[in-house]
């Protein structure tokens, strides 16, 4: 699993590998070349300067290349979808980590690449070194949607400096920067680290206000354009500091919307212990008045398939099975995870295990009488995804968007040169019917989509109808 963060800086680096897109503005007219004047080649500072040869980048490329062919679970899926090909990428990528001799273009070199497989979980890290400079998280004090196409403001923060500049909630954000959100999503269509165009969107309305910035680097302000009623402005923002208001909210929380229960659950991440403690007076209560139940994994980019399994086998008594997995037998993959050493090799499949069952255990008294409406959207990744197949087994209707389409169990890879870690997803999910989750998602019962004027108004359709669905057949009084 990657965090939201992680997904974000991710979205952004390979943005920024692969270009920006087509030109803004035709090409001007062919004139007199000019005199040639000497170039004088930038100084590079030591501390930024790649500490190993060209042909120990190019053959740590090849490292990867090899490592991905071996263990990736998903090869023939991009292959399908996007023309992945390992070798005519390598070969697309070597002279640029030839030329790669400062750990800015290597690091953009190599995010490059991975990101062409259009899978967030196939990550590149590096420990950055302790003379290098060090970078802080900023953030532009407000928040976005994408609805229907459009990036609209969601939230502005109290106080911000977005606040301060007029932005307001249902502006439609036009340009960054000078450069027309409509070129930035053009790029998205083409270059981007989530498998699905709608994953990727979603990642760019929700990551764009927050970046990283040298530390000791004065904050620049950045120029944002709204449209309001027909009227076009640009303000500049100057990106705060400080984190959000009130601070992150809570892996699960459960809150009430009249006598329907509402179970956010943000986030699958920690120890399985961990997440039972927490669910199970939560669970408690939701049984004690079952009036029906909502359980919102809108945003949650996922964590440990245990948890997922284990939240959902507190909502019913027998077990539910979602799907399957297989794993693809590496002997890396065989090595990273001690439960994959005893799986059995498929005969008809030849490098692939047999399929493993996606089954919760139920541990429930009974399963939960009234109700369930799971809201979904293109931010749930990964074991949300196999939480929202095993709950729509265990009764629930699923409300919203598609989900992301990221199924993974990574193993990680350690570069031989740079020590920068690679994450290589060595695990394929499916559905009930067999289709995989990579690349397309969990489809919704109901799909519900955002809209500006909702935004505006403050209104949640998904959500609405999620609480009227959970409301059905119920004596008491619904929203």
Request: charged share 25%; proline share 7%; net charge neutral.
């Amino acid at each position: 699993m990657l965090t939201s963060m992680t997904c974000r800086a991710f979205l952004a680096l390979a943005l920024a590998a692969c270009g920006s897109g087509p030109a803004a503005h035709p090409a001007p007219a062919v004139q007199a070349a000019p005199p040639v004047v000497p170039v004088t080649e930038p100084v590079v500072a030591a501390t930024d300067r790649v500490p190993f040869s060209s042909e120990e980048r190019v053959a740590e490329l090849a490292f990867l290349r090899d490592a991905i062919r071996d263990t990736y679970a998903h090869l023939e899926v991009k292959k399908q979808q996007w023309g992945v090909d390992l070798d005519a990428l390598f070969a697309r990528y070597e002279p640029r980590i030839r030329a790669a001799e400062t750990w800015t273009r290597y690091e953009a070199a190599m995010v490059g690449f991975v990101s062409e497989l259009h899978d967030a979980h196939v990550a590149w890290r590096r420990k950055r070194g302790a003379s290098e400079a060090k970078r802080r998280i900023v953030r532009l004090g407000l928040d976005t949607k994408l609805a229907k196409g459009e990036l609209i403001v969601s939230n502005v923060w109290k106080g911000s400096s977005a606040e301060a500049a007029g932005l307001a909630v249902g502006d439609r954000i036009v340009a960054i920067d000078d450069e027309p959100v409509d070129r930035r999503m053009a790029v998205l269509a083409t270059v981007r680290s989530a498998s699905r165009v709608e994953a990727a969107a979603y990642d760019f309305a929700e990551g764009w206000p927050v970046s990283r910035a040298a530390i000791d680097a004065p904050l620049r302000a950045r120029q944002i354009t709204r449209e309001r009623a027909g009227a076009v402005v640009t303000v500049g923002v100057l990106p705060e500091t400080t984190g959000r208001p009130g601070g992150e909210p809570p892996a699960i929380e459960l809150e009430h919307d009249g006598p329907i229960a509402v179970l956010r659950v943000r986030s699958l991440e920690g120890p399985v212990k961990k997440l039972v403690e927490t669910v199970g007076p939560l669970m408690e209560a939701i049984f004690a008045a079952p009036h029906g139940l909502v359980i919102d994994l809108r945003g949650n980019d996922g964590g440990f398939e245990d948890n997922a399994r284990a939240l959902a086998a507190r909502l019913v008594a027998g077990d539910v099975t979602g799907g399957t997995t297989r794993v693809r037998l590496s002997q890396r993959a065989r090595e990273a995870h001690r439960a994959w050493q005893a799986l059995v090799e498929d005969p008809d499949r030849k490098g692939w295990s047999v399929a493993q069952p996606l089954t919760a255990h139920g541990v429930a008294a009974g399963r939960y009488p009234a109700n369930i409406a799971v809201v979904i959207d293109a931010g749930c990744r990964s074991s949300c995804e196999t939480l929202a197949l095993l709950l729509r087994e265990a009764g629930g209707r699923l409300i919203g968007e598609r989900t992301g389409g990221a199924s993974g169990a990574p193993i990680t890879v350690v570069l031989p040169s740079s020590k920068a870690t690679v994450t290589i997803p060595a695990r394929a999910m499916y559905d009930p019917h067999g289709a995989p989750i990579e690349g397309f998602g969990v489809a919704p019962d109901d799909e519900i989509f955002d809209d500006r004027a909702a935004i505006a108004a403050g209104h949640d359709p998904a959500f609405d109808a999620a609480v009227a669905w959970a409301c059905q057949r119920q004596a008491s009084p619904c929203p």
